[in-house]
């Protein structure tokens, strides 16, 4: 069964950072696409990142271009987002997700908010 | 403002066929495969179609993909009370270098 686990969500200030990551199992993670989307309370799905499968290619929303970053561990099944300079903005749930096609699994989500 | 555009409710009884239109541009969806998601609430998204007309395995045919020009379509055929639900189309966009998502539409079962 595939497995999705994010973690590392929390309440941070504006300007603070954060670094979620993404337990992978049930499938070859090595191989697969990654991807990062997001959705802020009450509102759609908004795309934030992907990452191909050896890390080698990784594109980022124009909106959190220069202060997000995704990587993987493919030793240890894991996909990371690391976020700097959190806005008001970026508060939402942020869903890990399979690609091949984009949203082939999700994982439950993690609870970003960005508050003083 | 979504670069996709879709109605933000559609509506149907028990048996009816109900189809939510998907609307984009020749960055998107007129030169890229679509994919459909359905979102219960409180619940993570769902793959419904993809690339354009597919369906994952465990989907029921009574939901059915489709694309023309610059446009995308999702119907479901014998609509039950637990389709009630959000649906998500999206694409990627070649000019913008990333996916894009539709603004979402909420299905009400009478």
């Known amino acids: 069964e595939v497995q999705l686990v994010e973690s590392g969500g929390g309440l941070v200030q504006p300007g603070g950072s954060l670094r979620l990551s993404c337990a992978a199992s049930?499938?070859?993670?090595?191989?697969?696409?990654m991807h990062w989307v997001r959705q802020a309370p009450g509102k759609g799905l908004m795309w934030v990142s992907h990452?191909?499968?050896?890390?080698?290619?990784?594109i980022h929303a124009a909106s959190v271009k220069g202060r997000f970053t995704i990587s993987r561990d493919n030793a240890k099944n894991t996909l990371y987002l690391e976020m700097n300079g959190l806005r008001a903005e970026d508060t939402a749930v942020y869903y890990c997700?399979?690609?091949?096609?984009?949203?082939?699994?999700w994982g439950q989500g993690t609870l970003v908010t960005v508050s003083s | 403002q979504s670069v996709l555009t879709q109605p933000p409710s559609a509506s149907g009884t028990p048996g009816q066929r109900v189809t939510i239109s998907c609307s984009g541009s020749?960055?998107?969806?007129?030169?890229?495969?679509v994919n459909w998601y359905q979102q219960f609430p409180g619940t993570a998204p769902k793959l419904l179609i993809y690339?354009?007309?597919q369906r994952p395995s465990g989907v029921p045919d009574r939901f059915s993909g489709s694309r023309s020009g610059t446009s995308a379509s999702l119907a479901i055929s014998g609509l039950q009370s637990e389709d009630e639900a959000d649906y998500y189309c999206?694409?990627?966009?070649?000019?913008?270098?990333?996916?894009?998502f539709g603004g979402g539409t909420k299905l009400t079962v009478l």
């Open positions: 020749t960055s998107n969806i007129g030169s890229k495969n």
């Open positions: 999206a694409a990627w966009d070649v000019s913008l270098s990333g996916w894009v």
């Open positions: 049930g499938f070859t993670f090595s191989t697969s696409w």
């Open positions: 690339n354009n007309n």
């Open positions: 990452i191909n499968s050896d890390g080698s290619d990784r």
């Open positions: 997700v399979r690609g091949g096609p984009l949203g082939a699994n």
